[in-house]
Nanobody
Framework: VQLQASGGGLVQPGGSLTLSCATSGFAMEYYPIGWFRQAPGKGREFVAYSRWSGTSTLYGDSVKGRFTISREKDKNTMSLQMNSLKPEDTAVYFC????????????????????WGQGTQVTVSS
């Protein structure tokens, strides 16, 4: 099983960035994907969740309306489009595969995710 997050970098406030989570080694239709982030000195924060079909999406309150999670067409890759970025979005971003039978009310909980990729750094600064 592999999850490979990429696409991080340095961007100015108000800018956009797209992260990608390339997956392999598991039947993706049974394992939804979540994005989390961790800022320096803070705990891991839920960002977004989606099934590969595009259904059952959920966003953290701090990113709602600015970030969009979606599957890249015909690929085993789940992307996170980030717009209107703010300095407080600076963090290491992780993608993870959720338990196949995840309870909807637990989509934001780290312990519901069984496979994690390495992080990709996003820095929002002028």
């Amino acid at each position: 099983v592999q999850l490979q997050a990429s696409g991080g970098g340095l961007v100015q406030p108000g800018g956009s960035l797209t992260l990608s989570c390339a997956t392999s080694g598991f039947a993706m239709e049974y394992y939804p994907i979540g994005w989390f982030r961790q800022a320096p000195g803070k705990g891991r924060e839920f960002v977004a969740y989606s099934r590969w079909s595009g259904t059952s999406t959920l966003y953290g309150d701090s990113v709602k309306g600015r970030f969009t999670i979606s599957r890249e067409k015909d690929k085993n890759t789940m992307s996170l489009q980030m717009n209107s970025l703010k300095p407080e979005d600076t963090a290491v971003y992780f993608c993870a595969a959720a338990k196949g039978q995840i309870i909807l009310t637990q989509r934001t909980e780290e312990n519901q995710y069984i496979w994690w990729g390495q992080g990709t750094q996003v820095t929002v600064s002028s």
